[in-house]
């Protein structure tokens, strides 16, 4: 498993690294931003409200051009500062696979509101899955969600789509790809605060199933540590230091021996403001971007951060 260096000042994501992890901030500094991403959290949250029923209806068809791609769907061959890694990607290609955006739990797809505008920008088909907040199981999730990856690549013409997931939506998504089969069509999975590892902290499990799965030693948390020889979907998972709801905050990081997973670290913000904050979505985009393995080996080489 590799590692981005973490991000402070956000203006791009340049190339994957290999770097291993930085230090926490001193106490003061992250006392300091702590009240800050509390701030922003707050601030967030008032305007996801706002914004909520408008996500709420169906999506069709999806947003975007659709681009170039085989005639038909087949099977593939077998601090208030957000984080910034520097240098050049190559330039995307003419046919980028559709990117599907996966809320988290109680939410609607009107949370990827910045990150849509961010990748309709730069030419990527995009399309939204709405799950009902009575899905009892991140299991039927998963097959939900891989009826709908099949559903756009008929559409599209895609043998592959890329994966956002927030939160719970990235949960159900890795699920998807590495239980269900999904790596096969999925290429790359990018999760923004979720509990890989299982969190403490989850309001409600008491009363719903789906929240007790997000915990630590539940037998979804556990199947997913189970071996995955041959997954072919690339993880980049970007986790947080002032993450609340990730307990403890590493838990949003993938940590499996059989997984392609770089971890982005990002400062100075909390779990509401990772799909809304503007240099997180320039990230998510640029790291959709990279090329994979093989297509171009300088991407592998070092990269710097920025503290």
């Not at 330039?91 to 910045?114: K, N, Q, Y």
């Amino acid at each position: 498993m590799t590692c981005f260096t973490h991000l402070t000042h956000l203006t791009h994501l340049s190339r994957l690294t290999r770097l291993p992890a930085l230090p926490r901030l001193p106490g003061p500094r992250l006392s300091s931003a702590l009240l800050g991403a509390t701030a922003l959290e707050l601030f967030v949250l008032t305007g996801r409200l706002i914004v909520y029923p408008f996500g709420l209806t169906p999506e069709r068809g999806g947003t975007g051009p659709a681009g170039a791609g085989p005639p038909a769907a087949t099977d593939p061959p077998t601090t208030t500062t957000a984080t910034t890694v520097t240098a050049a990607l190559p330039a995307t290609p003419a046919a980028t696979p559709p990117v599907v955006l996966l809320h988290g739990f109680i939410d609607s797809r009107s949370a990827f509101v910045v990150l849509r505008r961010a990748l309709t920008r730069h030419g990527r088909h995009l399309a939204s899955l709405n799950y009902s907040p009575l899905t009892r199981d991140v299991r039927t999730a998963a097959e939900l969600l891989g009826r709908h990856v099949e559903e756009i690549c008929a559409r599209t013409g895609h043998v592959r789509v890329d994966i956002v997931g927030h939160s719970l939506g990235g949960l159900i998504a890795r699920y998807y790809v590495q239980r269900l089969g999904g790596d096969r069509r999925v290429r790359t999975l990018v999760t923004l605060g979720t509990p890989h590892g299982g969190t403490a902290v989850a309001p409600g499990a008491g009363v719903h199933p789906i929240v007790r799965q997000m915990r630590g030693g539940s037998s979804v948390i556990e199947e997913l540590r189970g071996p995955a020889p041959g997954c072919r979907t690339r993880f980049v998972s970007f986790w947080s230091e002032l993450d609340q709801v990730m307990v403890p905050v590493e838990t949003a990081c993938v940590d499996h021996p059989d997984l392609d997973a770089v971890n982005v670290r990002v400062t100075g913000i909390g779990h509401l403001a990772l799909p809304v904050h503007p240099t997180v979505a320039a990230a998510v985009r640029e790291a959709l971007e990279a090329p994979e393995a093989g297509e171009d080996d300088a991407t592998a080489a070092g990269a710097t951060s920025v503290a």
